[in-house]
């Protein structure tokens, strides 16, 4: 019911910011919460951020609390992760992600996107 494609990744310096968006199509986008998780070579997917379906409720990763934002726009049925003071170990594969509630586990998400490319130099 939710189709989710990522975009906005690319490379960065240390230092500098990207935003990521994550425009959803399906007859009830506004109705489910939504999530962004990251994976590097070689590791498993971590959580990064998630809101709830009003935007009201926000979570973050400790690893960049203080430094990304999670948004969402229910009448353009579009995610954003805003990444400032962006670091080497950032770098990762992002997609965005909706299931019925915010939550840090990916396996508790229904619907997935397939992944920008962040990468962050030193």
């Known amino acids: 019911q939710v189709q989710l494609v990522e975009s906005g990744g690319g490379l960065v310096q240390a230092g500098g910011s990207l935003r990521l968006s994550c425009a959803a199509s399906g007859r009830t986008f506004s109705s489910y919460a939504m999530g962004w998780f990251r994976q590097a070579p070689g590791k498993d997917r971590e959580f990064v951020a998630a809101i709830s379906w009003s935007g009201a409720n926000t979570g973050y990763a400790d690893s960049v609390k203080g430094r990304f934002t999670i948004s969402r726009d229910n009448a353009k049925n579009t995610v954003y992760l805003q990444m400032n003071s962006l670091k080497p170990e950032d770098t990762a594969v992002y997609a965005c992600?909706?299931?019925?509630?915010?939550?840090?586990?990916?396996?508790?998400?229904?619907?997935w996107g397939q992944g920008t490319q962040v990468t962050v130099s030193s």
């Open positions: 992600a909706a299931g019925i509630r915010p939550d840090s586990n990916y396996a508790r998400y229904d619907y």
